[in-house]
């Protein structure tokens, strides 16, 4: 890995103070009166609600002096498809409300958001009513097409990726060495090409899947990273977005696996009968692992990730009354110091581990049997 | 997983497949493909540079190994040269000494013969001179001597003994 020290730092730095900085700063309306977080169940539902996706980019809260809660960000725009069609407006409407006490009406139709989902309210219902589990009685989810904090994260990936990578390919018409950007560029993408596809797809086939395997290497890590700063997104943490990828590669081995790849699948070579009818499930049950494992490992890493972070930043404020002021900061910094070195590693850890799965999956789909 | 399931957000996910498929369409087309393609003709470039470079050396080394041999070569026949005119030149003068000794041996045979015909012409003479003076002496002193009756029946008799004695 060939990155400058001094970003790595100047990130870690910027992280850390930022985040620090938004856990005493607080956030929504679910984190007690006033926006304090004092409590472990107010750090609890803090974190728990960090982890979610959003529908408006908060930066940090504060409350001023008249008592009013102030949000710091901008909203963005819903849109869902309800039972009465698509509709859109911005999300200021609800007005930072988390917990469905704002009821949204738009064109007859009554919306609600609880815990960063929109519901659609039965007809004939003015409030959510809540049953003993916390769980919405007259309302159902809606399918949520929102430009969420996610998916912004991902368009200012894509938008990040577009730029960089489309100036690398530019320069290279006026030179077959880049300059700028495209020196710290060229070898990353060097090394996706040299060290995760060939040695596992192989010489004869890579050349075909380095526009997946390149786009989902950098658009993991990038989001990984982004995942860092104190902009707080958790895009990559997101069930949905790793269900998505591994998706992908998953359709892309099976529609590039050959003769061979399904005869091993389904009718397993070279041994006894009864024991290819045996196989057959398994083989076909690992097809599908292997791309779960992909999703979950990806997901389960990023969320544990921006947990561990979150709850050592809120150290300063459970250790408090056993340390001091001072001494609970110090300690709850040093550790979020020390853990989000070790996150930045895992950024790309993740990244190239997913990557270099994918290819491992390609390459076994591709590989040509020369044994029987 | 109940927990799972309940934050999978359909939504998100339809969002993140068409946001993925439009921006693998845009890095491929405007990016990756270029991208690979000029990095594979760069190396292709830097390989071919390498290859001639290679075989401009081997070449330097041929033309090297060429000028080494036909220096060697020159050399060689140059010493080739020198060897066959020394050998000319002994033989030239061997042959010269041989020739003017035979010449010389020649002349001295010559020589030789020369002095013996000149020595038995002078002997010859000399026994012819002797021979003649020894008659006219031998006339001197007959006609002196015997110019008496006497004496020339004495020198019968004395020549007669002579006789008888043998």
């Not at chain 2, 030239?92 to 001295?108: M, Y």
């Amino acid at each position: 890995m060939t990155i400058a020290k001094k970003p790595i730092y100047f990130l870690t730095v910027l992280a850390i103070v930022f985040s620090s900085f938004t856990a005493f700063a607080g956030g929504g309306e679910t984190s007690g009166k006033e926006g304090q977080i004092n409590t472990q169940e107010g750090i609890n539902a803090y974190i728990k609600h960090h982890l979610a996706d959003s529908h408006d980019f908060t930066l940090f809260s504060y409350t001023n002096d008249a008592g009013e809660r102030k949000h710091v960000g901008f909203p963005l725009p819903v849109i869902v498809w309800t039972s009465k069609g698509l509709k859109t407006f911005m999300s200021s409407a609800f007005h930072h409300n988390d917990d469905g006490h704002v009821v949204v009406e738009k064109d007859g139709v009554k919306l609600a958001k609880i815990h960063s989902k929109i519901y659609e309210l039965e007809e004939g219902a003015e409030h959510v009513s809540f049953d003993e589990h916390h769980h919405a009685t007259n309302a159902h989810k809606a399918l949520d097409f929102s430009i969420t904090k996610s998916v912004m994260g991902m368009l200012l990936a894509g938008l990040l990726m577009f730029l960089g990578f489309g100036s690398l390919a530019r320069g290279y018409k006026k030179g077959a060495i880049p300059t700028g950007v495209g020196r710290v560029l060229e070898p990353l993408v060097l090394y996706v090409r040299d060290e995760i596809a060939r040695p596992n797809i192989g010489e004869k086939h890579y050349r075909k899947f380095m526009g997946f395997l390149l786009t989902v290497f950098f658009f993991i890590w990038i989001l990984n990273l982004m995942g860092l700063t104190p902009l707080g997104f958790n895009v990559t943490g997101q069930i949905a977005v790793t269900v998505c990828l591994a998706l992908f590669t998953f359709i892309i081995v099976q529609f590039s696996g050959n003769k061979d790849y399904w005869k091993h699948i389904f009718w397993m070579p070279n041994v006894p009968i009864p024991m290819k009818i045996i196989l057959a499930p398994i083989e076909v049950l690992g097809m599908l692992t292997k791309p779960f494992a992909l999703l979950i490992r990806l997901f389960a890493n990023m969320t544990a990730g921006h947990f561990v972070v979150m709850s050592l930043i809120a150290l300063m404020i459970t250790l408090k009354s056993q340390f001091g002021a001072v001494g609970s900061t110090g300690l709850s910094l040093a550790l979020a110091l020390f853990i989000s070195v070790i996150e930045i590693l895992v950024a790309f850890l993740q990244a190239f581990i997913f990557t270099m799965l994918s290819s491992l999956f390609i390459g076994m789909a591709v590989e040509e049997h020369d044994h029987h | 997983m109940d927990q799972l399931l309940n934050d999978f957000s359909p939504g998100l996910f339809i969002m993140q497949a068409i946001i993925l498929v439009i921006l693998l369409f845009l890095m491929i087309k405007f990016a990756w493909k270029p991208i690979m393609n000029s990095l594979t003709e760069r190396e292709e470039g830097i390989q071919n540079a390498l290859d001639q470079a290679e075989n401009a050396r081997k070449e330097m080394q041929n033309l090297q190994a060429d000028n080494d041999r036909l220096l060697k070569e020159a050399r060689a026949e140059r010493d080739a040269m020198m060897k066959e005119a020394r050998e000319i030149k002994d033989t030239i003068i061997a042959e010269a000494k041989e020739e003017a000794h035979e010449q010389a041996t020649i002349l001295i045979e010559n020589a030789k013969a020369t002095i013996k015909q000149e020595q038995q012409a002078a002997i010859a003479e000399l026994k012819k001179k002797v021979g003649d003076l020894s008659i006219e002496i031998a006339q001197k002193v007959v006609r002196k001597e015997l110019a008496s009756q006497d004496d020339q029946l004495r020198l019968v008799e004395g020549m007669l003994e002579e006789v008888t004695l043998n």
